[in-house]
């Protein structure tokens, strides 16, 4: 199909940019558009205005600040697997992102576009929630940082004010004993995961200390499994304690590929898939 | 500051100029390529899943359902019908060795795909081909053949 009408405005610069949105309560950032097209095109969103803000100089800058790695809201995903501090300070996030659609979309869609739209399927919005990342925003008032763990309130549904922006993500290097894992069941290498999982693990010799899970593609949100993790620290793996745990704690909702209860089982054994890889 | 339903904008295409063309706004790249006869691009899902509108643009591989005629403002486009140096003909000598055009939907996607493929220089297993072009959908020819030219092709230039 073919997207609906619509205004279109370049912004030079971010305060422009801030301050058209403010002013259109209708009008859309656009960034990448490798998710705003698509909804366009079938028609599933009408805005008044599309605010393009891919042309804002220094909105792809990706560097260290003290303790983060920050990265702008507009490198690509591209320009991210491609970095350099990127493979020598979080060198998960490359292979993630290998898992992030196609090259010929990872090198239009951006970083903030995937944090700031909240798909519930996407891998990076539970990647940051995992990673305890702070989401920088600016909007009239200024700038305020929110925590991952809080941006994110429901289905497509995040903490982002109508007249603000994302302008970047930081994300706290990690220590010598800290690890991210990830694993995702999916049909095709590209697609969008049928169930996923981002662990951020705190090793003692080879005891796990700490434990976080973070599932994608299974709910409305990045899923935490808190009381989960805690029985994996105790007691290891038990498929069937761990399924009945994560029923408990997370609200699985089935789509096209897969009904609720196969998302239940794959969460269950993707914590066997993730602890296999640490003992690698 | 003001918005406005159609955009005046400058691009080259294949290394043709378009100065200060007119598109509406809700134009994306590929309808306006094709509107100008360059069919050579096509149009599959509109959502960026099948991979048949792939083109290059700046230097990079991208879907032109999914840029806006807009965006392309000061951008250099290599569509399908620019594909005419040493290397890409030898890639398409390839595709007719192996069979790999059949019904030819794909063919275009699949050809600027390769494209990207072999500028990176890097010998690939054939199933790190398969992987790079996981992002184009094939309904004929189960991939075989295409796998096949791709690989006849990085092993002649490397
Ligand atoms: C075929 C296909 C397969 C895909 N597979 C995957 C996959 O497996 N995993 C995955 O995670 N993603 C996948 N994607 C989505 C892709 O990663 C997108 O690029 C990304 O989700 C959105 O980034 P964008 O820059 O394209 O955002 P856009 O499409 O430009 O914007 C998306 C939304 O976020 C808002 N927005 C964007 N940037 C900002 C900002 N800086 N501040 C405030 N609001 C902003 C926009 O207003 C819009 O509502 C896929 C896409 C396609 C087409």
């Known amino acids: ?280 | 500051m003001s918005a406005k339903n159609s955009v005046n904008i400058s691009f080259s295409v294949n290394g043709e100029n378009f100065d200060d063309v007119t598109v509406p706004t809700r134009q994306h790249l590929a309808d306006y390529l094709r509107s100008q006869g360059l069919t050579g691009t096509h149009l599959g899902c509109e959502q960026g899943a099948c991979g048949a509108c792939t083109i290059e643009m700046d230097g990079v591989a991208v879907r032109s359902c999914l840029v806006l005629a807009s965006q392309a403002n000061g951008s250099s486009i290599t569509t399908v019908e620019g594909f005419d140096d040493e290397v890409m003909q030898k890639v398409k000598n390839n595709f007719l060795k192996h069979n790999a055009f059949q019904c030819g939907f794909c063919s275009p996607g699949m050809l600027m795909t390769t494209k990207e493929i072999i500028s990176s220089k890097k010998k690939l297993s054939r199933d790190e081909i398969r992987s790079e072009i996981s992002g184009n959908y094939c309904r004929c020819t189960g991939y075989q053949s295409i796998v096949d030219a791709i690989e006849e092709t990085i092993n002649e230039i490397n």
């Open chain 1, 1 to 280: 199909m073919k997207a609906p009408d619509f205004s279109y405005f370049e912004a030079q610069n971010i305060e422009d940019a801030i301050k058209y949105k403010s002013e259109d309560d209708e009008a859309v950032i656009l960034a990448g558009g490798q998710s705003l097209l698509p909804a366009l095109n079938m028609r599933l969103s009408s805005p008044s205005c599309l605010i393009d803000i891919s042309k804002i100089n220094n909105l792809n800058e990706i560097k260290i600040e003290g303790d983060f790695i920050n990265i702008g809201a507009l490198a690509t995903h591209s320009d991210v697997m491609n970095n350099d501090l990127v493979h020598e300070k979080l060198p998960c996030l490359v292979d993630i992102l290998k898992m992030v659609a196609h090259a010929a979309i990872r090198n239009k869609g951006t970083h903030g576009g995937s944090i700031a739209y909240g798909d519930p399927a996407a891998e990076l919005p539970a990647f940051a929630v995992a990673m305890n990342a702070e989401i920088v925003l600016s909007g009239l008032s200024g700038q305020r940082i929110v925590n991952a763990k809080d941006f994110y309130l429901g289905l497509f549904e995040t903490d982002l004010k109508s007249d603000e922006i994302l302008i970047a993500i930081r994300y706290p290097l990690l220590d010598v004993n800290q690890h991210l894992i990830f694993d995702e069941v999916c049909r095709r290498h590209g697609d969008y995961a049928m169930a996923g999982l981002m662990a951020k693990v705190e090793l003692d010799q080879s005891k796990i200390n700490n434990l976080d899970l973070v599932y994608f593609a299974t709910g409305d949100k990045p899923n935490v499994g808190q009381n989960t993790a805690k029985l994996v620290i105790d007691d290891g793996y038990d498929y069937e304690k761990l399924k009945k745990s994560l029923a408990s704690e997370i609200d699985f909702a089935g789509d096209l590929n897969s009904s609720s209860e196969m998302k239940l089982h794959l969460a269950t054994i993707l914590i066997n898939k993730i602890l296999n890889k640490l003992e690698r």
